[in-house]
């Protein structure tokens, strides 16, 4: 009894040649379909990867007071600003103020302590510090004692912290900040945080970017790996066709 390519019978192999085609038609689609979308993925995963691990490794560090009390005068208080204020943005075990004591009608001045002159200094500050009879100032001191005052501008960043560097003069050696607060009308309330500087952070510090990465990355890697395999079998299928046709 004759056998064609496949085995098959030739007497009944018409049948089964049409229906063997139909299924290398289908798996050729859903290997080329299945190579595709791995490729996709694995570019997705392998840019966030990067992204995650080229992430700014820096946070935020208090300053040390050179003097105390850390802040003087009165009306502020510690957390004193409107009740839905955002604080998303506020950098951990950072201290805040404010003159919201449940309305608007709260007033206050207050100075801080000083503070050692350095680089990449900043402050939050939340409220209507433009306002009239609102002021929010740095107290520069220089290296041959000259004083001066510096506005701080952020504009009114109302119910939302907001996070302002601080620009120092080259010569200047400490500052601190005045807090003044004194409006009675509406949004008359105003809030700022101690000053913190930008350090270099670590693993330990800020785990899941680093973690992220890697993991991105090694998802990349195996993705890119199925999706050469799914290639190698698409081109194989390709080069068996005609053969399986003969």
Aim: glycine share 10%.
């Amino acid at each position: 009894m004759a056998y064609d390519y496949f085995g098959d019978e030739k007497g009944g192999a018409a049948t089964h040649r049409v229906n063997l085609e139909r299924h290398m038609q289908l798996d050729l689609r859903w290997v080329l379909w299945a190579s595709s979308v791995f490729a996709l993925a694995t570019f997705v995963c392998i840019w966030e990867g990067l992204g995650s691990l080229k992430q700014p490794s820096e946070v935020a560090r208090p300053l040390s007071p050179m003097t105390a009390p850390a802040i003087a005068g009165s009306g502020y208080a510690a957390n004193s600003v409107y009740p839905s204020t955002d604080a998303s943005q506020v950098p951990p075990n950072v201290k805040l103020y404010g003159t919201w004591m449940g309305s608007d009608a709260s007033t206050g001045s207050a100075t801080t302590a000083w503070y050692a002159a350095a680089s990449d200094l900043a402050i939050m500050v939340a409220g209507y510090p433009t306002h009239s009879q609102m002021s929010l100032m740095l107290e520069i001191e220089s290296r041959r004692g000259v004083r001066r005052n510096v506005g701080v501008t952020p504009g009114n960043p109302g119910e939302q912290w907001t996070t302002v560097a601080l620009s120092l003069p080259p010569d200047a050696t400490r500052f601190r900040i005045h807090a003044v607060d004194g409006s009675k009308a509406y949004r008359g309330w105003l809030g700022f945080s101690e000053p913190f500087a930008f350090v270099a952070g670590s693993k330990a510090t800020l785990p899941i970017f680093g973690y992220i990465g890697q993991l991105s990355l090694y998802v990349g890697a195996a993705l890119s790996l199925l999706t050469g395999i799914l290639c190698a079998l698409a081109a194989w299928k390709i080069e068996a066709w005609p053969k399986r046709r003969a």
